[in-house]
């Protein structure tokens, strides 16, 4: 639906095939389809699809039905007709009859029959497989880059940016969808859409739970493409920097341990003053092992800091 709403021109088509020797009727053949959409693009189709290839239920024939999606519909050249049954030399048009059997030369199988009305009902009918009790009997495929609905995505998520909103949940309403029925986002599409909004971490603290999830995962990702396009030793030099910047000054560690040993049971020396000497927290982490290890050093800090108090006091 979504990308219903952006298409200049959407059809439902359905491609068929005649009887033949090489059991291509028989077996489903992806390849033909491929074709099929690569041939439309050659001739100036700009084109976008959603397909389901299964058999059918009396005879077990093989078909496709597909819903296809037109940012542009080349024009019938001059003195072509439209196609009709029983000729096979017409092109792809948006002349094509509404629901009337006829052959085209970009499908050389059989007939095809095209429903220019396409709407959330012929999307559900050319995904009913998926619902099916036999999977195994079908193929599926369907335009990924970008995500079917991308432009109708980012416009939602421009709209989001421009109001400064930020999305609660991933569910959503497609245009002409039911109110009573929401769809959610996922996938590619889920991730596009929030890296449109945001990629400031600073806003993460206004995101719901489920919201932040998704943000961190995609968070990560863009982290490793980023090292991933980095040569590894300029990865390294920059890991080697980030510790350098977060690791603790010899006085932090000091502090630490004077807090621990000395001033939690020494009301005289509370931890306001040991941050004001200092100038840190008293909750920094600390290598203690070496303090611990080594009292001496502890006993001599501590006397050095009781004298700076005594003499700040005078």
Not at 199 to 212: D, H, L, T, Y
């Amino acid at each position: 639906m979504a990308e219903f709403s952006t298409s200049a021109a959407s059809c439902c088509i359905s491609l068929t095939y005649a009887p033949r020797d090489d059991l291509a009727d028989k077996v489903l053949q992806p390849r033909h389809f491929q074709l099929f959409i690569k041939m439309l693009r050659r001739a100036g189709h700009k084109v976008r699809y959603l397909v389901a290839g299964e058999y059918g239920e009396l005879k077990g024939r093989a078909h496709f039905h597909a819903l296809l999606f037109f940012e542009h519909i080349q024009p019938l050249p001059e003195g072509v007709t439209p196609p009709e049954f029983g000729s096979a030399d017409a092109p792809f048009c948006r002349e094509i009859p509404f629901k009337r059997m006829v052959h085209i030369r970009e499908w050389p199988h059989g007939h095809i029959s095209v429903d220019w009305s396409a709407s959330e009902r012929s999307a559900r009918y050319v995904c009913k497989y998926l619902l099916s009790d036999d999977k195994n009997n079908a193929w599926f495929s369907l335009s990924k880059k970008p995500p079917l609905g991308a432009a109708w995505f980012a416009q939602k998520a421009a709209s989001a940016v421009e109001y400064g909103v930020l999305p609660s949940s991933f569910e959503y309403l497609p245009p002409g969808g039911s109110k009573d029925r929401p769809y959610l986002m996922t996938g590619a599409t889920r991730r596009d859409y929030m890296n449109a909004i945001t990629i400031n971490p600073a806003r993460r603290v206004s995101m719901g739970e489920w919201v932040q999830k998704s943000f961190d995962k995609y968070e990560r990702e863009r982290f490793i493409d980023i090292c991933a396009a980095c040569p590894p030793e300029h990865v390294m030099a920059r890991m080697a920097e980030n510790c350098a910047e977060r690791a603790l000054s010899l006085s932090k560690v000091q502090a630490r341990l004077l807090y621990e040993n000395y001033l939690m049971d020494n009301s005289d020396f509370s931890s306001d003053v040991a941050a004001a000497i200092f100038g840190i927290e008293n909750n920094d982490k600390a290598f203690e092992a070496f303090y611990r290890a080594n009292p001496e050093h502890l006993r001599s800090f501590v006397a050095s800091a009781l004298a700076k108090q005594a003499v700040a006091a005078d």
